[in-house]
């Protein structure tokens, strides 16, 4: 399989049986300090949204959602969630938080057009959260203090793993780095984005790469970033274009860069605007969610989502996210993987 990295002299540190366990142990944990973290009340979250309504995340604006019909209404059609980018944001308005406050649910989808490895499923699972934010917390700044308490929540979450599992070790450095894409491009003009962010996270052991979506100087984006969630196109005192990015570390297990949260603060109506202008998608404006932002009926946001799967699979060191969900896989990565001990659910 051209997609799928065989870790050298990989050994699963946990049966089959300890690393359910593991799983129980790294969630309940997680969530419980996510939401303490960042003052988030659970929600219940849909896994399907109506078509043609623009609540559901468009992700890079290629992706083909899952869809059906629904015979109740006519017919009508339903879309499996990619995420929950933009239902949330309603749903902060719905339950009226206050600033300083949010919401956090377990999000998940399925993504019928990823392109299978190690790292990459059909099936997504994501903690998806959001809170409200001032105007004056739409800043760059803000940003950045909101990603050093989730990523103290993954310190937290890695320290009692390795004490109840004495086999792993951690590896995850105290602090966060953080780097805008165009500042990475002038570092590294001759890779290309995932040289990038592989060479960046083996210096820092976690990073978090600022501007994602906007295009760079060289007239390329670093990743792609649907217009109407994130606002990737506000310029900060600094000069460079941003208010979201990636959370990403070097997992020495695969030897490579690993991202586990896509976060940012969110549109306002003059980003929005602008973004689907940059896009050519200014026909979204007439979508229902679209007209609720331009009508100042949601409120300022920051949010994202933080894979769960993978989160477990970082902390259990293992080498295959089919190692921890179960999925659907091609018959010759399964017999690949149960070669070399990375045995698929």
Not at 3 to 19: G, H, M, Q
Not at 106 to 128: F, T
Not at 276 to 292: A, M, V
């Amino acid at each position: 399989m051209s997609n799928l990295i065989k870790p050298r002299n990989y050994k699963a540190l946990l049966d089959k049986c300890e690393t359910e366990q593991g799983i129980k142990l790294i969630k309940d944990f997680f969530q419980q300090n996510l939401a303490t973290e960042l003052r988030l009340r659970r929600v219940t979250a849909p896994l399907f949204v109506m078509q043609g309504l623009g609540i559901n995340d468009d992700l890079n604006g290629v992706e083909r959602p899952v869809t059906f019909p629904i015979k109740d209404l006519g017919d009508a059609k339903a879309e499996v969630v990619h995420s929950l980018a933009k239902w949330k944001r309603l749903t902060l308005a719905e339950y009226a938080i206050e600033p300083g406050f949010g919401v956090y649910t377990d999000m998940n989808a399925i993504r019928a057009d990823e392109e299978l490895d190690n790292l990459h499923s059909l099936y997504v699972d994501q903690w998806d959260w959001e809170a409200v934010i001032t105007r004056e917390e739409r800043t760059v700044e803000h940003l950045k203090d909101v990603v050093r308490r989730i990523y103290a929540a993954i310190l937290r979450t890695e320290y009692l793993t390795c004490e109840t599992y004495k086999d792993i070790k951690p590896f995850l450095p105290r602090q966060i780095h953080f780097i805008h894409s165009e500042e990475l491009l002038q570092m590294y003009p001759d890779l290309t984005p995932k040289e990038r962010e592989d060479a960046i996270c083996k210096q820092y052991g976690a990073v978090f790469i600022i501007g994602i979506g906007a295009k760079l100087s060289d007239g390329k984006k670093h990743d792609g970033r649907a217009p109407d969630y994130d606002d990737w196109s506000t310029v900060a005192e600094n000069g460079l274009a941003g208010l979201n990015g990636d959370i990403l570390i070097w997992y020495p297990v695969l030897e490579r860069s690993f991202e586990l949260s896509s976060m940012g603060i969110r549109v306002d109506k003059e980003s929005l605007l602008r973004q689907l202008k940059i896009e050519g998608k200014e026909d979204r404006e007439q979508l229902y969610f679209h007209r609720q932002l331009l009508a100042d009926k949601l409120p300022l946001s920051i949010g994202g989502g933080i894979g769960q799967s993978r989160l477990c699979m970082v902390m259990l060191h293992k080498g295959h996210i089919g190692e921890i969900q179960a999925s659907i896989w091609p018959d010759d990565m399964r017999r690949e993987c149960d070669a070399i001990g990375m045995s698929l659910i």
